[in-house]
């Protein structure tokens, strides 16, 4: 079973706008990370936040996290077209081998 | 540095027909992990490998069998390939001692099977 189930499933916005995905998992975790999927290609990894951690930033990238609510958001500010692609999280429930366990994605569309 | 690399990128298998995916990596990582992509289902775990020598099973490993020979390569195969297992197929390494936990990906391997 997926342990990360992203929303929306699908998301289409204007170039300029910023764009919010959602992620929730159903039991504890180590980190959060999120990966984007251009089409036809590998994922590519994004950002990871600890447990232990609420918020973390990578450029235009803002991650938020909520153990309380076991959720997460991706904000991306200021799409560009380049942004187009999908985004998963990942959760790490276990230690050692970290057996990341994914969403089914969310498909974003940055429109010109 | 080619890091994760995936062959075939893609084959066309008949029902009942064997194959195997090699994935290599030239980062001396120590974990590498099968996954299969399918429409709606996000990325779901074949099988993983903590080492040379070692493998285990990941969430869907029925029909799937795993090689770790080399540290640097991890071989997927498919005994008897069935109309269910057409997907795209990625392999990822990570290194063992990290604590940032980021998976590097290829780029994935299409599987038709007929």
């Known amino acids: 079973s997926q342990q990360g189930e992203e929303d929306p499933q699908a998301l289409s916005i204007q170039e300029g706008e910023n764009a919010t995905m959602n992620c929730s998992y159903k039991t504890s975790i180590n980190n959060l990370q999120w990966y984007r999927q251009n089409s036809g290609r590998g994922l590519v990894h994004l950002i990871l936040i600890r447990s232990n951690e609420r918020e973390k930033h990578s450029g235009r990238l803002r991650v938020t996290l909520d153990t309380s609510k076991k959720s997460s958001s991706l904000l991306i500010t200021a799409s560009r077209a380049a942004d187009t692609a999908s985004y998963f999280c990942a959760t790490d429930r276990s230690r050692g081998a970290q057996k990341l366990v994914f969403g089914q994605g969310t498909r974003l569309t940055i429109n010109p | 540095n080619a890091g994760v690399t995936q062959t075939p990128k893609f084959r066309v298998l008949k029902t009942g027909q064997s194959m195997t995916l090699l994935c290599a990596q030239d980062m001396n990582h120590e974990y590498m992990y099968w996954y299969r992509q399918d429409p709606g289902m996000g990325l779901r775990l074949i099988h993983y490998?903590?080492?040379?020598?070692?493998?285990a099973k990941g969430e869907v490993p029925d029909g799937y069998n795993v090689s770790r020979l080399k540290k640097q390569n991890f071989l997927l195969g498919l005994e008897s390939a069935a109309p269910s297992q057409t997907s795209v197929y990625f392999c990822?390494?990570?290194?063992?001692?990290?604590?940032?936990?980021?998976?590097?990906f290829g780029e994935g391997s299409r599987l038709t099977v007929l």
């Open positions: 990822a390494s990570r290194p063992g001692t990290t604590m940032t936990g980021e998976l590097f």
């Open positions: 490998s903590v080492g040379e020598g070692t493998t």
